[in-house]
């Protein structure tokens, strides 16, 4: 959780390991002078642009003045409960005259400006037992989920028949928003916990970027705005899966299987998210009875969002100001309506309280990238936004995986996220990543499974019960660590949650956190006080900070499901 008291830094969200997908920049020493940057200039065709202008308080009609004066135009209200208008304007010297009223706290433009975090397997790994693949009965457990002996993952929470799902398997009242890159609400295996009614779609698809390059691809809906339970990049679905997974005899169970999904959709076809569309899936959670949501994705195009960073010009810093304050608000008014924040750290492998340079942002358009100074003062949105709980990934043996960000005033808490490098499993490096739900029309897009339905990557599994088959992807990340803990704090609230009076169960945040807290594992740093990753000659070394109770690699502790379905507050 985020306190007032802290200094925060923020995170890179590629996972840096050899897996094909979203990489992150090394974070290595900054060692010469980054130099004031010159105003961006809009892409060719686009001198003015469309912004979201952050007022402060009670001084809207100030705001709008300040936008007029500045050679802009207010074009639509905005949003009240949030504190921002729509305007349009002359791209960074907007900006920059924007910078001198004292009635707008940041102005950010209104465009893509984010990436998930986890990368995928998309090519044959090394191999691994056969069985894996296509699921043989004769190969696992008996009263389980088919898949359950490949869930490494749910056997260290205590996410197992004989633990929590015996005990607490999760309420059907409870909500969880998923805010993501979608869901796939037809998967056989998320289809029973989906609730399409309540799911919404904030994104339209773009098929290329202003420069002309590709950026979603075609729209596959006739007005670019695919359907609310429709997941074209399949991270969303992966995430919803580790969730709330029913028990149904197919494939695997989430944490807590008996909860509700709701599609919230913020992120593009591409993976990548804006400003304004996560802020109103915040906004649409609190208006509409969510309990908790799961973030695990960040916005930018800066990596690191500094507000009076020198390296940065006064339209760039006035850009990032308006991605703390927007985002800030959102969560903050999701929060006062009783929703519990969740969000992975990060997949950058850096320690968070010592950030020292950012080499990948801005990273819209693409190539505008430049090495620039940073320090503890610029933060990530949303991981280090205030109210926020953000996870750290562990592998197979419960040690802080390779690629996750760390703090001791960052990490909140540890959960499964899986490490290629980690051999806790005795397996492949496949099969100590996080195995979940995957749409079957973007693996067969990607010819990760053949024209008969078999699986030709060890990388994907598939399960079948009486004629309905489904698959399932294994994917590694912070961005998998997260849900698991989303699925603890749904099991918490199913628990203890009170009916509020709509059908629903409604829990205070900050009881939810306490108890998240208070159920979760202990773990302290290595007695050294430091981890080495790597072979000799080529190690990368972590150190930790802090105690059992709170350091920087865990958090207060691992996310522990059992624990939690079985305590009382």
């Not at 399409?196 to 979603?216: A, C, H, M, W, Y």
């Amino acid at each position: 959780m985020r306190r007032g008291s802290k200094r925060l830094a923020g995170v890179t969200m590629g996972v840096t390991l050899a897996l094909v997908g979203q990489t992150a920049a090394p974070a290595t020493p900054y060692t010469s002078p980054a130099p004031t940057a010159a105003p961006r200039t809009a892409p060719e065709g686009e001198t003015h642009r469309t912004y979201l202008v952050f007022y402060a308080d009670g001084a809207r009609a100030r705001a709008e003045a300040a936008v007029k004066d500045a050679g802009g135009a207010v074009t639509a209200p905005g949003d009240a409960r949030l504190g921002y208008l729509i305007a349009r304007g002359p791209g960074d010297a907007f900006l920059e005259a924007l910078a001198a009223s004292d009635a707008v706290v940041g102005a950010t433009t209104n465009r893509q400006i984010g990436a998930t975090t986890a990368a995928r397997y998309r090519a044959a790994g090394p191999a691994v037992d056969k069985n894996a693949l296509d699921d043989p009965a004769a190969s696992r457990p008996a009263r389980t989920e088919p898949l359950a002996h490949l869930q490494w993952d749910m056997r260290m929470i205590g996410a197992t028949p004989d633990g929590s799902y015996k005990k607490e398997p999760g309420d059907k009242r409870v909500l969880v928003g998923v805010i993501d890159t979608g869901i796939d609400g037809d998967h056989p295996d998320i289809a029973p916990n989906f609730d399409r009614r309540l799911s919404r779609n904030f994104v339209t698809d773009i098929p290329k970027d202003p420069n002309g390059q590709e950026l979603d691809g075609p729209c596959e809906a006739a007005d670019c705005k695919d359907p609310a339970d429709v997941d074209d990049d399949g991270h969303g679905t992966h995430v919803a899966s580790t969730i709330a997974s029913p028990i149904n005899d197919l494939g695997i169970a989430g944490v807590a299987p008996g909860v509700t999904l709701v599609n919230l959709r913020a992120g593009q076809d591409s993976g990548m998210f804006f400003l304004k569309p996560s802020m109103d899936a915040l906004a649409y959670a609190a208006d509409n009875g969510i309990d908790v949501v799961n973030m695990s994705y960040y916005i930018d195009p800066w990596l690191f969002n500094c507000k009076d960073n020198p390296a940065d010009s006064k339209a760039e810093q006035m850009e990032q100001r308006g991605i703390i304050v927007g985002m800030q608000r959102a969560l903050d008014y999701a929060r006062r309506h009783n929703v519990t924040l969740i969000s992975a750290i990060g997949n950058g492998a850096t320690d968070l309280g010592h950030p020292t340079s950012d080499t990948s942002s801005p990273n819209y358009p693409a190539g505008s990238e430049r090495a620039r100074r940073i320090d503890n003062t610029c933060l990530n949105v949303p991981a280090e936004s205030e109210g926020v709980i953000s996870v750290s990934s562990v592998g197979p043996e419960g040690i802080k995986a390779r690629y996750s960000d760390y703090g001791v005033e960052q990490t909140d808490l540890a959960a499964p996220g899986g490490d290629e490098t980690d051999p806790g499993t005795g397996g492949s490096a496949i099969t100590r990543a996080v195995l979940a739900a995957a749409p079957e029309k973007i693996l067969r897009a990607q010819g990760l499974i053949d024209g008969d339905g078999k699986p030709v990557v060890p990388s994907v599994v598939r399960s079948c019960n009486d004629g309905t088959c489904a698959y399932y992807q294994y994917l590694q990340g912070t961005s998998m660590a997260a849900p698991h803990a989303t699925g603890v704090a749904a099991i918490i609230i199913s628990k203890h949650g009170k009916p509020d009076g709509k059908g629903g169960l409604t829990m205070s945040p900050d009881e939810v956190e306490r108890l998240l807290y208070a159920t979760a594992t202990p773990k302290a740093c290595p007695a050294s006080r430091q981890h080495a990753y790597g072979a000799a000659g080529a190690r990368t070394v972590h150190r930790c900070q802090g105690d059992q109770k709170r350091n920087g690699f865990y958090g207060h502790g691992i996310v522990n499901a059992d624990a939690a379905a079985t305590r009382d507050r």
